[in-house]
């Protein structure tokens, strides 16, 4: 028998990458379980990667806040309201807690779960659920999510986190390179630039090149500088999430800032290491599958020496792990 149910988590990048496992668990554990996700236009790809999810319901909140009474809008959230009062499902899971996701899980029909006041980030948020879970909040977010859905489904959860994102890493090779991710939608997270030169340096020492990811203009400006002269580095391009998802995952290592695309990174299973100077890795630590670091702290950012230890023994991980490289043998 199906049993339709409908997750709320509109954003971050991030935080939609720590859910995953949660959806691997829901899927394993609840049977007949037609999975729907609501989610932000803009990451709309990646509850899509995922096997288990039956249909992406995508909004434009962060667009339309901007111009919220425009006629383009307000007829964009009537066929919002209209499409979800169509649908009727056995539960519906606000996995986010805010009074952003609240307004799309009231327009829904069926049992509304989702976090009690003392486990919500905005408690206010905990009165408008039909069923309330507490979830311990210091804890690393793909842990507490993949409590709260067995806390909804009445399942207990088991074994390392499976982020279910095979229709990306199949038949992609591993190549000789190394994804760099230096830039951040706030100074406040930049890692100082002879730091990054150095890890550059001993990256190129492994016999890897460098692709530079980048977003906004002034990230590429940022990236292009950082490799400026540096013939085995580039910049690449500004991609859609599955072009820049199978980048990672064909990359032998990957180093970042604290963001959405390190997460990704190592989710997909590639050896990955986070650089934290604004944030805590207590909260959201990288998880996946391969070798990961998660180097700072909020205000304590790690030095070029700890995260060129890290790179080392990431590598040395993967030599480990992964012998049949293209060309049949194992890396250097």
């Not at 209209?82 to 606000?94: C, E, G, P, Q, S």
């Amino acid at each position: 028998m199906t049993k339709k149910i409908l997750i709320v988590r509109t954003s971050s990048l991030g935080d939609l990458v720590h859910m995953l496992p949660a959806i691997s668990d829901i899927a394993r554990h609840v049977a007949g379980a037609q999975i729907d996700w609501i989610v932000e236009e803009s990451f709309a790809e990646i509850p899509a990667w995922h096997p288990a999810v039956h249909e992406v319901i995508s909004v434009a909140h962060r667009r339309w806040r901007k111009h919220w009474w425009s006629p383009e809008t307000r007829a964009a959230r009537v066929a919002l309201r209209k499409n979800l009062d169509a649908r009727h499902y056995d539960i519906v899971l606000d996995m986010q807690a805010l009074m952003k996701s609240v307004w799309l899980v009231r327009q829904t029909h069926g049992i509304r779960h989702g976090l009690d006041r003392r486990s919500a980030r905005e408690p206010l948020a905990s009165f408008f659920y039909d069923v309330k879970h507490t979830v311990n909040f210091w804890q690393p977010a793909v842990q507490r999510q993949r409590e709260l859905a067995a806390a909804a489904f009445g399942y207990a959860y088991e074994g390392e986190p499976d982020f279910g994102l095979g229709r990306i890493t199949e038949g992609v090779e591993i190549r000789p390179y190394a994804v760099i991710m230096p830039s951040a939608s706030r100074d406040d997270k930049l890692w100082p630039e002879a730091d990054w030169r150095k890890v550059f340096g001993r990256l190129h020492e492994h016999g890897l090149d460098l692709k530079l990811l980048s977003g906004s203009p002034s990230e590429t400006q940022r990236a292009a500088l950082l490799v400026a002269g540096n013939p085995r580095g580039e910049v690449l391009p500004r991609m859609g999430l599955t072009d820049v998802a199978k980048v990672l995952a064909g990359a032998r290592i990957m180093v970042g800032l604290d963001s959405g695309l390190t997460h990704l990174s190592a989710g997909l299973g590639r050896p990955t290491i986070g650089i934290y100077k604004a944030s805590t890795p207590v909260r959201t630590p990288l998880e996946g599958p391969a070798y990961t670091a998660s180097l700072g702290e909020r205000g304590n950012a790690p030095s070029a020496e700890t995260v060129l230890s890290a790179v080392d023994q990431a590598l040395a991980f993967d030599v480990s792990a992964h012998t049949d490289l293209p060309g049949g043998n194992a890396p250097v």
